[in-house]
């Protein structure tokens, strides 16, 4: 049941429009959207040409943020997925300096300016352990110092009706003038499959597998892996790698129809991170890629095959967004205008 109330939000770092298109769904309204790819500015616009798509670096939005967005009109939130990177500074506590230079840096600079009710931050899981930690500690402990309570929490999509176990750190951070009693969505009752959502898919490009590759590809049952070649097949194909610990479950990988894909990565059919289709010895294609990243069948994508995948690859997946979105707007419809003082 959507909200009476009309949300308004800014996204940083939009790519293809994952994130975006789940926040739409969710009730949201695009105020803008920043990315400085073109083929995915390019995939904004062809498919939501309403959206005010800024196609640019974010120092130069940043720079230039009266420009572009009004800043009377008041926006409930800011989400995004900046690139990790590691701070220079980080342990300096000196808030938001520590982090300047860094993409982070822009993405908190505009938060810090514009003053949203919500910040909702997507990145890798990784994100935790980076740098020991230090990264993340000085992202929470800068979004603290320009005025957000934050939490983190690593959901798997396949939770929230993607047919893919693909795991992201989200980063809520809530304006500190306001009650922080936000929740993160609820698991669905099912988790989806390779089978619920790859029928009926549209006929389109995609990658193939070297030759050798192929064949190597050929021996390995749905389901399965590396582990289920022949030992000396295995020891070729897998070089060094057969001989260091760790499963390695993701290489040589053919996935089943009974299962979640794994994680999609921006190059189908690169070495070690195989993502094979379960009847047929190849990667799959743009659109499947797309359905299994939960994107509607009519949502187009610009640019090479190659490009298309990666953005694809580098999506939110929708129905993950949407729900996260439901949840933020769940937060927004309730106490959110009140102030602590007010409660006391």
């Given at each position: 049941?959507?909200?009476n109330?009309?949300?308004?939000v ?14 739409e ?40 943020l ?8 008041e926006?409930?939130l ?19 300096q520590d ?10 600079n505009?938060?810090?300016?514009i003053r949203?009710?919500v910040v909702l931050a ?15 500690e000085?992202?929470?402990?800068t979004?603290?110092d ?18 893919q ?10 304006r500190?003038?306001?009650?922080n009693?936000?929740q993160y ?11 619920d ?6 006929l ?8 050798n590759?192929k ?11 590396w582990?289920?070649?022949?030992e000396?097949i ?13 499963g ?7 996935i089943s129809w009974?299962?979640p894909?794994?994680?999609l990565?921006?190059?189908p059919?690169?070495?070690q991170t195989e993502?094979c289709?379960p009847?047929e ?8 890629y797309?359905?299994i ?6 949502w187009?994508f ?6 298309k995948?990666?953005q694809?690859?580098n999506?939110?997946p ?9 949840s933020?707007?769940?937060y927004?419809?309730?106490k ?6 007010k409660?006391v």
């Amino acid at each position: 049941m959507k909200s009476n109330k009309q949300y308004r939000v800014l996204e940083l770092f939009a790519g293809a429009g994952g994130l975006a298109l789940g926040l739409e769904i969710a009730g949201f309204s695009s105020v803008g959207l920043v990315e400085l790819d073109k083929q995915a500015s390019s995939t904004l616009r062809i498919n939501r040409p309403n959206w005010n798509v800024f196609n640019m670096d974010i120092k130069e939005f940043n720079l230039n943020l009266n420009t572009y967005i009004n800043s009377e009109l008041e926006i409930d939130l800011i989400s995004g997925g900046f690139p990790c990177q590691p701070f220079s500074y980080a342990g300096m506590r000196l808030g938001l300096q520590d982090t300047r230079g860094t993409l982070f840096f822009e993405f908190a600079n505009v938060v810090h300016k514009i003053r949203p009710r919500v910040v909702l931050a997507e990145n890798v899981k990784g994100l935790k352990t980076h740098n020991n930690g230090k990264t993340l500690e000085t992202i929470l402990r800068t979004f603290d110092d320009i005025g957000y309570n934050v939490q983190y929490r690593i959901l798997n999509s396949n939770n929230y009706d993607v047919a893919q176990k693909r795991e992201r750190m989200l980063i809520i951070g809530i304006r500190k003038d306001l009650l922080n009693i936000y929740q993160y969505p609820t698991p669905s009752n099912k988790k989806l499959v390779l089978k619920d959502i790859l029928k009926d898919v549209p006929l389109s490009e995609g990658a193939k597998y070297p030759e050798n590759k192929k064949k190597v590809l050929e021996l390995v049952p749905p389901g399965g892996c590396w582990r289920n070649l022949p030992e000396e097949i295995a020891k070729e194909y897998m070089a060094g790698s057969y001989f260091l610990g760790g499963g390695k479950t993701g290489m040589a990988r053919r996935i089943s129809w009974d299962e979640p894909s794994l994680t999609l990565t921006c190059s189908p059919a690169q070495k070690q991170t195989e993502r094979c289709h379960p009847d047929e010895t190849r990667p799959f294609t743009i659109r499947e890629y797309a359905r299994i990243q939960s994107f509607p069948d009519n949502w187009e994508f610009c640019g090479s095959m190659l490009n298309k995948y990666k953005q694809i690859g580098n999506a939110v997946p929708v129905n993950m967004a949407k729900h996260i979105g439901i949840s933020i707007i769940n937060y927004l419809d309730g106490k959110t205008y009140a102030s602590r003082q007010k409660q006391v």
